[in-house]
């Protein structure tokens, strides 16, 4: 370097330099920590009072106060009620208390219209499931809960609102309920549940808009990640505007899931770059209720879906867009508008696109969809899973076609391929079978039926 490109360079230092010393020094985040107010955090005294105090004088102090855990500390805690504008930071442990007299309220951490909440750090929330649960049902394969099991956390009416990099292991039921919030991000979290729970989902949008939830790694009973209109919400108004995107799911239900709860509307909703290790349904919209879902982009995902014990619903589909009414006083919304692009999956049972009992679903693309279909388990199949419904047979003894469609109207597939693997069952039959599917469409559909000399590749009646 020349000395005059030298003594540039040292000028444009110094500038820069300088300009930052003018800048206004950032205010400092004031630390509440929760052993300043009492807590032992030896992981066998209750320190849910001490914890509270800390967030309630952070709450007080505002500033995005930061109320710290500390790392390599257990804090013993019942129901704390979080506040807006804090950042309640896990960097030890948080375990929950296993009595029921210490809940007031049926979940861990709550907080209600608490604008500018974060709940971040490096530690572990610990759900402790098996003290919640009664006894393994081996003949089910499931555990069977005691009377109470409390929800971790539940967030209502919440905006602003950031969970980041936490770990929540062995939740005894739902693991994040996000009730009515709106501008969320939920960013690389770790949920670690025992897959033989009940009800454990991972992470529910409830009457939710603008969320995004990315980078996380779900293990759970229960839906990995799954967007719903609840009943007991209606002043929130539709799910609208998520976004999930690069995670991993291992789930012993739905890995990217609408429904069941649709009372009110969902749309435009986006999953895509995601990964589902294990799921008894891959893709997955059950439509119950009055709500109508539409769209929706399913889009580079990547599942496996196999059959699990009859308690658990689903039946090993690859994907399944349904809209079946839930009783018989049910006006049951429509599917439509939804797009499935490089998809890829192996599965013991069909892609099933169907409306039921009145149930409406329309303008449905599958774009490079790739199926796999053969037998991995021995559980019984030749079967589809209404459920939750108690209009038709909640569990209908059906041939497993790789792709059925049946009671939707302008459904289309391009550029998709069926595989079937293995040891093939009899029951398995054609490609692609069609029943009442005006304005079906498909070009480039590549596959044999699963036993060419009975059936046809693809049947439409």
Not at 186 to 202: A, H, K, L
Request: proline share 6%; with cysteine.
């Amino acid at each position: 370097m020349s000395g005059l490109a030298r003594r540039r360079l040292l000028a444009l230092l110094a500038g820069a330099a300088a300009a930052l010393r003018a800048l206004p020094a950032a205010a400092a985040v004031r630390i509440f920590d929760v052993e300043d107010y009492g807590a032992a955090g030896d992981g066998r005294t209750p320190d849910t009072q001490s914890i509270q105090r800390a967030i309630d004088a952070a709450a007080a102090a505002g500033g995005g106060a930061r109320v710290l855990l500390r790392r390599g500390r257990t804090y013993l805690t019942g129901p704390l009620r979080l506040a807006a504008g804090i950042d309640f930071r896990v960097d030890g442990v948080l375990r929950v208390s296993i009595d029921p007299a210490d809940y007031a309220q049926p979940s861990l951490l709550h907080a209600k219209s608490a604008p500018g909440l974060t709940i971040s750090g490096s530690g572990t929330i610990d759900g402790r499931s098996p003290e919640f649960m009664e006894r393994y049902d081996a003949a089910d394969e499931w555990w069977i809960p005691k009377a109470f099991r409390p929800r971790l956390i539940v967030l209502e009416d919440c905006e602003r609102l950031t969970i980041r990099g936490v770990t929540i292991v062995d939740a005894p039921s739902w693991t994040v309920h996000l009730v009515g919030c709106r501008g969320v991000l939920v960013d690389g979290i770790t949920i670690r549940n025992q897959r033989d729970v009940p009800n454990c989902d991972g992470i529910d949008p409830d009457h939710c808009q603008d969320v995004v939830i990315r980078n996380c790694r779900i293990t759970c009973g229960d839906d990995a990640t799954v967007i719903k209109t609840t009943a007991a919400f209606p002043q929130y108004g539709p799910s609208t505007r998520i976004h999930v995107h690069d995670c991993v799911l291992d789930t012993q239900d739905s890995g990217l899931k609408i429904g069941t709860e649709t009372t009110q509307d969902i749309h435009d909703i986006r999953f895509e770059r995601c990964r589902i290790v294990s799921s008894c349904r891959g893709l997955t919209i059950q439509l119950r209720d009055p709500g109508d879902v539409h769209d929706i982009l399913f889009r580079d995902v990547d599942f496996v879906s196999r059959y699990h014990s009859a308690p658990w619903w689903g039946r090993g589909e690859a994907i399944s867009f349904t809209a079946i009414p839930r009783n018989a006083d049910t006006k049951v919304g429509t599917i439509r508008d939804v797009r499935v692009e490089r998809v890829r999956g192996r599965a013991e049972n069909s892609v099933r696109i169907e409306g039921l009992g009145g149930g409406r679903v329309r303008d449905v693309t599958l774009e490079r969809v790739d199926l796999t279909l053969g037998r991995t388990t021995a559980y019984p199949g030749a079967v589809f899973d209404n459920r939750p419904t108690a209009v038709v047979p909640p569990i209908e003894p059906h041939p497993t076609p790789a792709i059925s469609i049946r009671n939707a109207e302008a459904v289309t597939l391009r550029d998709c391929a069926v595989r079937w693997s293995g040891a093939l069952p009899e029951s398995f039959t054609h490609a692609l079978q069609a029943e009442n599917a005006p304005g079906l469409t498909f070009s480039n559909f590549r596959g044999e039926a699963a036993h060419p000399e009975r059936f046809a590749a693809i049947r439409i009646s």
